[in-house]
Structures are given as C-alpha cells and as structure tokens.
C-alpha cells in the first residue's frame, strides 16, 4: 500500500497571517491539528491540507514548488489576481514573457505562486488548485508516482506530471535543468504511512524506491525526515 500525501507544509516567519491569507484565497477552514501548526482544510477535491510551521529562516530564493491557481474566463482570472493582491500578495518578475497567459505573484511571505489563465487545456479538469508545480528532474516524478501510488499522468520530453486516482491538484516536475538546491526547501510534504502498516516499514519502502534519510536538526517527535531522489525533504509522521 502506498504512503497518503497528508500537508504541503509551509516554513512561515509569520504561519497565522500566511494562513489567514491562503484561508482567503482558496476559501479552506482552519482545523484542529495534534502537530504545532496552523493547518488548513480543503474544501474541494485537493485531498491533502496545507500546514504552517514557524520557522526563524528567511527566504532567499525561489521555491522548488508553487501552486497554479486555475481560471474559468478573463474576468475570474483578473478576479483571484485583484483579491490576492488585496490579501497581501504581490506582482513578481520570474522571468515570465509578456505573452504568457498567466500573473506571477508572492504570497506575503514571498512564497511564489501563479494564476492561470482559462485556455489552459492541461488543468482544464482541475479545480481551483490546479497544480502544485515543481521544479524537478523526470527520476522524482517516477518516485513521487510510486510513493504515492498515483498514476503519471503525463511523461514527456523529461517533464511529467501525476495525479491522485480520487482527482485534485496535479504535481508536475519540469525536467532539465533543475536549479541546484542551497539550502532546506521551505515547502514540503507530510506523508502517514499506509493503514494498518507500520512507519518503519514504510520508511524501508521508500528508501528502496530511492528515498534517504536525513537529519535536519529539529523536528516533531516521531517523525522521519527524508529526502527524495533530488534531495528534497518530506515527513513521514508516526502512525496514529
């Protein structure tokens, strides 16, 4: 049995108004959570929650992952672009050329993140959080799609994309050439190791697809950190 995708973890210096400002943008709910985080519960199909760590670090470069917001016309577009800016977010220049059809912006912590425009055909079955976009070599798409157990669903020229079989968000990795990493990503993901299984286990699975295990200082008790096979840490919580 695969490992369930449980939060896309966000290191916040401020993780209330992170949260507060995601709340709004993708109209999700606080929920409880036995972790020390500000967590986010879906209210779609996305199938994972969004948490928010404290975390002392600073931001000091682009994220390996973001999310595409998905847009149904022009107006809706110019709609979630007018309402994160109001929220706190900001326009930002990643190199995007001026006849592509989506905004770039930065969340208040400078997490970047894109609004999509409608003739998207790639995400045109999405929802709102039509992807969680990753820079990303083709070997960690293959990883991601066994540790998951979600299909790929796109495989071409190094880029590929999966997606769970219950439907949300697509991952995408864009393949070559893959930013070389300076330091703890400031996103990540939390994994539960399959009903009924034990994290040990689970942790000799991963490791065998080609995942390690790292140390990182401190964490929450329990946990396993590890990387996967471009180095990016994920959390492998204890079984409850």
């Not at 999966?162 to 990503?185: E, F, L, M, Y």
């Not at 993901?189 to 295990?213: I, K």
């Not at 964490?219 to 590890?226: K, L």
Request: hydrophobic share 40%; charged share 25%; proline share 8%.
């Amino acid at each position: 049995m695969p490992a369930q995708l449980v939060a896309l973890c966000f290191d916040a210096n401020d993780p209330l108004r992170l949260a507060r400002f995601w709340a709004a943008v993708l109209g999700w709910e606080p929920a409880d959570d036995p972790h020390d985080a500000i967590t986010l519960l879906p209210n779609d199909d996305t199938g994972f929650r969004i948490r928010c760590l404290a975390s002392r670090e600073k931001k000091t470069g682009p994220n390996q992952m973001h999310f595409d917001l998905t847009s149904t016309s022009l107006q809706d577009q110019r709609h979630t672009v007018a309402r994160a800016l109001e929220l706190g977010a900001r326009h930002i220049d990643v190199g995007q050329r001026p006849e592509e059809d989506h905004v770039v912006l930065a969340d208040p912590e400078g997490n970047e993140f894109c609004v999509i425009g409608p003739d998207n055909e790639f995400l045109a079955d999405c929802g709102f959080v039509g992807a969680l976009a990753c820079d990303g070599s083709q070997q960690v798409g293959y990883f991601w799609s066994q540790a998951l157990g979600w299909p790929l669903v796109w495989d071409q020229d190094q880029e590929t994309a999966i997606r769970s079989p219950h439907g949300g968000p697509k991952i995408t990795w864009g393949g070559p050439p893959v930013a070389p990493k300076t330091g703890k990503n400031r996103l990540h993901f939390d994994l539960a190791p399959p009903a009924h299984d034990d994290q040990q286990a689970e942790v000799d699975r991963l490791v065998s697809l080609g995942a390690t295990r790292i140390d990182i200082g401190r964490h929450e008790a329990g946990q396993v950190v590890m990387a996967d096979p471009d180095g990016n840490e994920f959390c492998l919580l204890t079984p409850r």
